[in-house]
């Protein structure tokens, strides 16, 4: 019988889901509001996709079989929340996985570029894209856990790396600026940001439905993102 994976290794996959390029729009979005303001609305958004989350996974544990966003839907709203549910679901990941293979394609074709030192469009950047991630999917969860873990561990590098050049420039004084009103913009921002609720069915049976590693996972991967974006 093959060991349930670790709680580290199942918060991280939470935490890659959520940590995207979307972060990188932060400090615009929040500049409004003020550090305080968006502060408070991260929170919020935080307790509420972790919750979201634990109720996802409990509804999951009432099946014996494996099961999904849909099938749950299905089950509990009938078949005008299965449709609704499905639409949704089809609407936003498309999008979110249009965007990723979009810029992933263009960091593939700059890469490609540089080692071949030969202009690589962008089409040929996205194909190798599309291919390395297949290939990923193909590996299994356990490969694909391991390149995750090593993913997750070149992001905080260059996170923090990033970090070091900007932290003599911070001015402190910024911080005091607070605008409560310009807050509710920051939320469907910072919602989307905590974006993994769609994981949660296949790590239940990653994790073998073990409920402390899960519990465990869902706090702890969705505090992960939290305090990067706090950083951030």
Not at 195 to 211: C, E, R
Request: proline share 5%.
């Amino acid at each position: 019988m093959t060991r349930p994976p670790s709680v580290i290794s199942s918060s991280l996959l939470i935490a890659s889901s959520c940590i995207g390029v979307g972060m990188l729009g932060f400090p615009v979005v929040s500049a409004l509001a003020g550090f305080m303001p968006a502060t408070l609305a991260m929170l919020i958004c935080y307790f509420f996709a972790t919750s979201t989350g634990l109720l996802i996974l409990e509804a999951t544990l009432w099946f014996d079989k494996t099961v999904n966003l849909i099938s749950i839907a299905k089950f509990s709203l009938g078949k005008a929340g299965k449709v609704l549910t499905w639409s949704l679901f089809l609407f936003l990941f498309y999008c979110i996985f249009i965007a990723y293979i979009d810029g992933g394609g263009q960091i593939f074709a700059s890469m490609l570029s540089s080692l071949l030192h030969y202009p690589i469009p962008r089409h040929l950047g996205i194909i190798t894209c599309v291919a390395f991630i297949g290939a990923m999917a193909y590996a299994g969860t356990k490969a694909l856990a391991g390149i995750n873990r090593l993913l997750i561990l070149g992001l905080m590098i260059s996170f923090f790396s990033l970090l070091s050049f900007a932290f003599p420039h911070i001015q402190l004084n910024q911080l005091t600026h607070k605008n409560w009103l310009a807050t509710l913009p920051t939320l469907p921002i910072f919602l989307v940001s905590f974006g993994y609720q769609n994981l949660v069915p296949t790590l239940t049976y990653y994790a073998k439905k073990n409920l402390t590693t899960l519990r465990l996972a869902i706090f702890i991967g969705n505090l992960i993102p939290f305090f990067v974006y706090f950083i951030f």
